[in-house]
């Protein structure tokens, strides 16, 4: 063989290759284009892509569902669990906070405790001394637990747990004999507070906790004050 046409021969080689290669990409490419025409063309195609379009949007109505159920699952139980802390004996006695997000004083929280101040007056002048001076003392006991040793442990805790509810088994029997049932259906206002403010600290919801312990404080002053100011109003 003559060696300028081996030479030829060997550049021949390679693109020979490359057209052999390109011509098998074509061909693959063709058939799966063809498949895929196929399969939108046929009606199992077209069942089998709505029926996974529906599924999908069964699922996902499903799933808002589950989720606002658990929503309403959780608040309940956040409740609840709040309502047997607060009735728990051994959580009065206790010293320990029941914060979990510990030493976070709002100013809000802080200065309303200061509106029991505004109750021993008015309950002096109508001759009820000791819920008087039991007001005194939780305004107190109410600042240095809520905002100076909130969600540290302190021994505030357990002294506000326990004369906070004895100013009101104080006023109990006056409020029964003096007051309607105007006064006693807007008692739920100040309880219903009290417990969102639990059920947010068990939710570690901090912003809700100050907002609904806020208004424990501001709604159970107020109304003791009007029942203190104007009695003829409940009576």
Request: glycine share 4%.
């Amino acid at each position: 063989v003559h060696p300028g046409k081996v030479h030829r021969i060997h550049n021949y080689q390679p693109n020979l290759i490359m057209i052999t290669d390109l011509a098998l990409r074509q061909r693959h490419n063709a058939q799966r284009n063809q498949s895929s025409a196929d399969s939108f063309d046929s009606p199992s195609g077209a069942s089998t892509t709505a029926n996974s379009s529906s599924s999908s949007l069964s699922d996902l109505k499903s799933g808002e569902c589950d989720t606002r159920s658990a929503k309403e699952i959780s608040v309940w139980t956040s409740l609840h669990r709040a309502a047997s802390a607060m009735l728990h004996p051994g959580r009065r006695i206790s010293s320990a906070s029941s914060l979990p997000w510990g030493h976070r004083p709002h100013p809000l929280v802080g200065a309303s405790c200061f509106l029991y101040a505004l109750l021993p007056l008015p309950l002096w002048q109508r001759d009820y001394f000791f819920s008087a001076a039991l007001f005194a003392v939780v305004t107190v006991t109410s600042f240095m637990s809520d905002h100076v040793y909130t969600g540290l442990t302190s021994v505030w805790h357990s002294t506000d747990r326990i004369v906070a509810p004895s100013c009101l088994l104080a006023l109990l029997p006056a409020l029964c004999t003096t007051c309607q049932g105007t006064f006693l259906a807007a008692v739920p206002i100040p309880l219903g507070c009290h417990l969102a403010a639990h059920a947010s600290a068990k939710s570690d919801d901090y912003s809700r906790f100050v907002l609904f312990h806020t208004l424990w404080h501001i709604t159970s002053v107020g109304l003791l004050l009007i029942w203190c100011l104007f009695p003829g109003m409940f009576c």
